[in-house]
Nanobody, 119 residues
Framework: QVQLVESGGGLVQAGGSLRLSCAAS????????MGWFRQAPGKEREIVVD????????YYADSVKGRFTISRDNAKNTVYLQMNSLKPEDTAVYYC????????????WGQGTQVTVSS
């Protein structure tokens, strides 16, 4: 089992910045990929960014390229999502997720943290 705890959401004006954190615990050695997803009201959940644990390979959704940056702290088993130049359309609940080795879907999810960007 892997447990994920997110923090760092909040309310910010358009153009501002926020940093989200996701701390992983449990069987973290099994983690293959960690990612950030978001779900806005009335919309489906979408991937924002992910990072492959062993190679540091990242994937960014087109909508956040150049504005969001994922990083990791190995010692703390934590990933961060630095969000700059925020837009009202970035408003959503952001979820951290982990996929373990040998699986094709994200297996573990955090509780979600609300990000609200006012215009």
């Amino acid at each position: 089992q892997v447990q994920l705890v997110e923090s760092g959401g909040g309310l910010v004006q358009a153009g501002g910045s926020l940093r989200l954190s996701c701390a992983a615990s449990g069987r973290t050695l099994r983690i293959y990929t960690m990612g950030w997803f978001r779900q806005a009201p009335g919309k489906e959940r979408e991937i924002v960014v992910d990072i492959t644990w062993s190679t540091y390979t990242t994937y960014y959704a087109d909508s956040v390229k150049g504005r969001f940056t994922i990083s990791r702290d190995n010692a703390k088993n934590t990933v961060y999502l630095q969000m700059n130049s925020l837009k009202p359309e970035d408003t959503a609940v952001y979820y951290c997720a982990a996929r373990v080795t040998g699986t094709v879907k994200y297996n573990y999810w955090g509780q979600g943290t609300q990000v609200t960007v006012s215009s």
